[in-house]
């Protein structure tokens, strides 16, 4: 199978500018496309430093989507299954408001479907995470756990509430109801350096942060957004 071009709003998590402007970027509305397969061809193209928007059409149909910053040109053909549809979104960046935009975790050269992007991200394990690896020196607080603890025994923490603590690297707001935290702590455990957190709170971009919340494991959202680890219902600490 030829390579699929994946990426994650990941947490998951999408946003339509980098990490310092993400929580300004909010959309009003939001829904989710029926799993289906497109095939689209790019007419135009707009780029900001972490997204690159396309209007494409399918069908004669145009309409604009937004993937992670890839290098494809006007005139470029592609498949994708699904995604969220923002409606009335404002890219900070661009100075433009979108009346609808389609986010899109995954596009690839050959049709792909939710069963394909669900293995994938199971051999691999968790999609491995867009922000770059911080070096960070901070003081754990009584009682943390810390990312190369979560991920080294993630079994004995499945479903347990934890204290965690880091520096945030990344803010994804309003996704699906809830704000998608990255933190750091300078531990890790193989490849994995990064931990998301979904909470309520509204927390910037180098902050540093305690969080409880409860750990959860090949946890799946839909649409092929699963995550290895995981904590929910964070709250500040």
């Known amino acids: 199978m030829r390579l699929l071009l994946a990426f994650i709003f990941g947490i998951f998590v999408l946003s339509a500018c980098n990490s310092s402007n993400t929580a300004k970027e909010q959309p009003a509305k939001q829904t989710v496309e029926n799993s289906t397969s497109h095939h689209v061809t790019i007419k135009e193209i707009l780029h ?28 470029d053909s592609f498949y994708f299954e ?70 080294k025994n993630r079994e004995d923490y499945d479903g347990k509430k934890v204290l965690v603590h880091g520096e945030v690297v990344k803010v994804n707001n309003g996704i699906m109801s809830m704000n998608w935290i990255h933190i750091q702590d300078g531990t890790k455990h193989e490849a994995n350096f990064d931990l998301t957190i979904t909470t309520q709170a509204e927390i910037n971009v180098g902050d540093v942060v305690t969080f409880e919340g409860v750990v959860a494991l090949d946890k799946n959202f839909g649409h092929g957004y699963v995550y290895a680890l995981i904590i929910e219902k964070g709250e500040v600490k």
């Open 48 to 75: 900001t430093s972490s997204y690159s928007y396309f209007l494409v059409t399918e069908d004669s149909e145009g309409y604009w989507m937004a993937v992670t910053k890839i290098d494809l040109k006007v005139g």
């Open 82 to 151: 699904d995604g969220l549809e923002m409606i009335d979104f404002h890219s900070k960046e661009l100075d433009r408001t979108f009346e609808k935009v389609l986010f899109v975790q995954m596009i690839s050269d050959v049709p792909i479907n939710s069963k394909q992007v669900i293995q994938a991200n199971q051999e691999h394990g968790m999609p491995k995470p867009e922000n770059a690896e911080k070096e960070i020196i901070i003081e754990m607080p009584k009682g943390a756990t810390t990312i190369a603890q979560l991920f």
